[in-house]
């Protein structure tokens, strides 16, 4: 019988670092936001019976109808109230990949591993894209 | 053992419950406009509902976000465009704290999962554009449509522990996609290889596109594809399908956050219930009869894809 050896090599644990810490902040921060949002600790954006009132609307009527509602990068320029908070948060769980894959791309490079270093730069681009809405229809 | 058939019997009676008073929960959905409940007992019921769920999918081996989305969407008030985004964030969720210890122990890996969620991840932007740009009808069919055909898979699809690869392809090759991982069932390490991989790409786009469509983890694709087109160890298909979903649908989740279609009100709830059954479920994995647990949601995802295509007729 073989003991347990680990096979994990460095780029493996390089992510693994970073997704441990940053996922652990980010339901730390979700939960904050969360209490604050729900418990109305700080002003809100929209008042949470508006939100549950029109919830059954298509994404795009909602926003019609009530106006103010966190979405998108615009929430940071109302950062000061508990819905843009708790928004915030989910905002983070976005953003978690992203730092990880620079990790791995950074420990690639290290190896001079280059196909990787390239897919993992790549990735981080299309998730950025993404993020900053070119790819997905921010505004 | 008296305890062992109560527990075997819990939750499929819970689940059985739950689908018993699923219509009239589904009913008040449908009355609104108007809908007279405090908007607390909407959001305390979804994390109880995804508490268990969170118990249930992690003992019938599927990840949450395809049990979520059909399920929440038919017999919640929220609308298909908010449980979509929120199906999104609660597989992302699951897979960004169940990341670390597969990474750790080597059983999830970087160079399979990076290669294939590359293109996976486009696809999957592009699926959530579709998506959401789709009339709500046509949506609901697609997706009781889809959830059908994920029920048909779980049926019948048998996974294969340890396949057996004579030759890698090339392009496996050139991407070094192979490994090693200590098996503690075996208590020895396996090597592994793959074949099919520019098989395994286009699938990949198709999944991908999928995922961001309806806002579904989609451990149910990756897992057979990896596992059965592949060639990888079951063992590594699982672990390596979590880093696929983080990273598609991170790509997707940004869609539907920059079209307004994550209300932290729905979503939070949703992500810490899912999380927290979860670990009671992992804890639970060894006490009940996994394959009861998984037939039932065999049965709970064929309703709930019927109800879907049902809502899409009209019906």
């Known amino acids: 019988m073989k003991q347990e050896t680990v096979h994990a090599d460095k780029v493996q644990l390089a992510y693994a670092g970073i997704l441990s810490k940053a996922t652990t902040l980010g339901m730390i921060l979700v939960a904050l936001g969360y209490i604050v949002y729900v418990f109305q600790l700080m002003p809100l954006s929209v008042q949470i019976d508006q939100v549950a009132g029109n919830w059954g609307l298509r994404a795009s009527e909602f926003h019609h109808k009530v106006s103010g509602a966190p979405y998108g990068w615009s929430c940071f320029n109302q950062a000061g109230n508990g819905d843009v908070l708790s928004y915030i948060s989910i905002i983070y769980l976005g953003i978690v990949t992203m730092m990880c894959l620079v990790a791995a791309g950074i420990a690639f490079l290290r190896e001079k591993n280059m196909i990787y270093t390239l897919i993992s730069f790549v990735q981080v681009a299309v998730l950025i894209l993404a993020a900053a809405g070119v790819l997905s229809g921010g505004h | ?315």
């Open chain 2, 1 to 315: 053992m008296g305890l062992k058939n109560i527990k075997v019997g819990l939750l499929p009676g819970v689940l059985a419950t739950l689908l018993f008073l699923m219509p009239q929960l589904a009913f008040a959905a449908s009355a609104t406009p108007v809908d007279t409940t405090a908007w607390w007992v909407w959001v305390l019921g979804l994390f109880v509902f995804t508490f268990l769920l969170g118990i249930v999918a992690v003992i019938a081996g599927v990840g949450g976000g395809v049990l979520y989305v059909p399920i929440v969407s038919s017999f919640f008030p929220f609308h298909i465009d908010f449980v979509r985004g929120t199906g999104l964030l609660v597989a992302l969720a699951g897979a960004l704290s169940a990341g670390p210890p597969l990474l750790r122990k080597g059983l999830a890996n970087l160079k399979l999962a990076m290669s294939m969620s590359l293109i996976g991840s486009m696809s999957s932007i592009a699926g959530a554009l579709v998506g959401l740009a789709l009339p709500e009808k046509a949506i609901q069919m697609a997706l009781g449509l889809t959830i059908l055909g994920i029920t048909v898979i779980m049926f019948l699809s048998k996974n294969s522990a340890y396949p057996q690869i004579e030759k890698p392809d090339a392009l496996s090759k050139a991407l070094q996609i192979h490994g090693i991982y200590y098996d503690e069932h075996l208590k020895q390490d396996v090597d592994w290889q793959i074949h099919r991989t520019p098989v395994g790409l286009l699938l990949f786009i198709l999944i991908g596109f999928m995922a961001g469509m309806f806002g579904l983890g989609a451990g149910w694709a990756n897992v057979p594809v990896f596992n059965l087109v592949l060639g990888a160890p079951l063992r590594v298909s699982v672990a390596t399908s979590v880093f696929v979903l983080s990273i598609n649908d991170t790509a997707a989740a940004w869609v539907y956050l920059h079209k307004g279609a994550v209300l932290p009100l729905i979503a939070v709830p949703s992500v810490a219930g899912m999380m927290l059954g979860t670990k009671i479920g992992a804890k639970l994995l060894t006490k009940v009869h996994t394959n009861v647990v998984r037939r039932v949601v065999i049965i709970l995802l064929a309703v709930a894809g019927l109800r879907a295509l049902l809502k899409g007729f009209g019906i």
